[in-house]
């Protein structure tokens, strides 16, 4: 099993900044995918970034393209959403989300979190 515990959203205001968090523990070998998803109210769950624990690979929904950044710290074993120029449509709960080979598709990855609301305000 792999566990993921998110941390770091919050209430902001548009243009702000926030970055989110995802700790991870048990057998992460297993994965080599870390993903972050959001689903906002009476919306589907949808992709946003991506990374190989390898951190050659990322890529994003096109809709937060050059606004926010997945990173990660193997050595920590965290990874994280940096998130700049946030507007109101990014308002959400935030997922992490791990599994192996997986690529935008939710249903690709094994292991989620709990997640964290993360409002933006006008």
């Known amino acids: 099993q792999v566990q993921l515990v998110e941390s770091g959203g919050g209430l902001v205001q548009a243009g702000d900044s926030l970055k989110l968090s995802c700790a991870t523990s048990g057998r992460t070998f297993r994965v080599d995918t870390m993903g972050w998803f959001r689903q906002a109210p009476g919306k589907e769950r949808e992709f946003v970034a991506g990374?190989?624990?390898?951190?050659?690979?990322?890529y994003y929904a096109d809709s937060v393209k050059g606004r926010f950044t997945i990173s990660s710290d193997n050595a920590k074993n965290m990874v994280y959403l940096q998130m700049n120029s946030l507007k109101p449509e990014d308002t959400a709960v935030y997922y992490c989300a791990a599994g192996i080979h997986a690529g935008r598709r939710d249903y690709e990855y094994d292991y989620w979190g709990q997640g964290t609301q993360v409002t933006v305000s006008s």
């Open positions: 990374l190989r624990w390898s951190g050659v690979n990322t």
